[in-house]
T-cell receptor, first 114, second 113 residues
Framework: DTGVSQNPRHKITKRGQNVTFRCDPISEHNRLYWYRQTLGQGPEFLTYFQNEAQLEKSRLLSDRFSAERPKGSFSTLEIQRTEQGDSAMYLC????????????FGQGTRLTVV | SQQGEEDPQALSIQEGENATMNCSYKTSINNLQWYRQNSGRGLVHLILIRSNEREKHSGRLRVTLDTSKKSSSLLITASRAADTASYFCAIIHGSSNTGKLIFGQGTTLQVKP
């Protein structure tokens, strides 16, 4: 297993366009998280999946954001009608089911909205 | 900050010196973790300390936890240029049922060769 994989690594889009990011977690991990990180800040929690169920969403996740994890495998994060304020690094992490242990992060997708 | 303060915000030291970073938080915790992030990349887990532990070691890393003061420190001994990175503490709330991490703002460490 090569760890958590995120695609694309970089995305530049025009304001108003829709974008979709993909995360492939470590295969045996049931838990999957999305975080957003802006320059000079720590990551902020966006949403959590346990298997295919989305169990928690942050208030940061406006109605322009939607996330899915079909069949409990990979996950997608879509942003509709992007705004300049959406420019950030979007990080995906996964962790095993048992207990609360370390999270394994992907390399992130850096989104720039112009 | 989302869950507390980290200090210093930035730290610059010479190779071979020790680096100490501090983290404070506001709530009860299940555990506290430290992560490293090299510029523009993902986070790498360094060490986890549970709420009933006071000190842990991993190689050149030493983490302490004082739950009465709601604070933790990360000590990197005999620093190397390769330790240059941002360091984040993150907590899992004591009442969490998701395991989500709540991060601080981080400390940027520069180790000069």
């Amino acid at each position: 297993d090569t760890g958590v994989s995120q695609n694309p690594r970089h995305k530049i889009t025009k304001r108003g366009q829709n974008v979709t990011f993909r995360c492939d977690p470590i295969s045996e991990h049931n838990r999957l998280y999305w975080y957003r990180q802006t320059l000079g800040q720590g990551p902020e929690f966006l949403t959590y999946f346990q298997n295919e169920a989305q169990l928690e969403k942050s208030r940061l996740l406006s109605d322009r954001f939607s996330a899915e994890r079909p069949k409990g495998s990979f996950s997608t994060l879509e942003i509709q009608r992007t705004e300049q304020g959406d420019s950030a690094m979007y990080l995906c992490a996964s962790s095993p089911q048992t207990g609360y242990t370390e999270a394994f992060f992907g390399q992130g997708t850096r989104l720039t909205v112009v | 900050s989302q869950q507390g303060e980290e200090d210093p915000q930035a730290l610059s030291i010479q190779e071979g010196e020790n680096a100490t970073m501090n983290c404070s938080y506001k709530t009860s915790i299940n555990n506290l973790q430290w992560y490293r992030q090299n510029s523009g990349r993902g986070l790498v887990h360094l060490i986890l300390i549970r709420s009933n532990e006071r000190e842990k070691h991993s190689g050149r890393l030493r983490v302490t936890l004082d739950t009465s003061k709601k604070s933790s420190s990360l000590l990197i001994t005999a620093s190397r240029a390769a330790d240059t990175a941002s360091y984040f503490c993150a907590i899992i709330h004591g009442s969490s049922n998701t395991g989500k991490l709540i991060f601080g703002q981080g400390t940027t460490l520069q180790v000069k060769p």
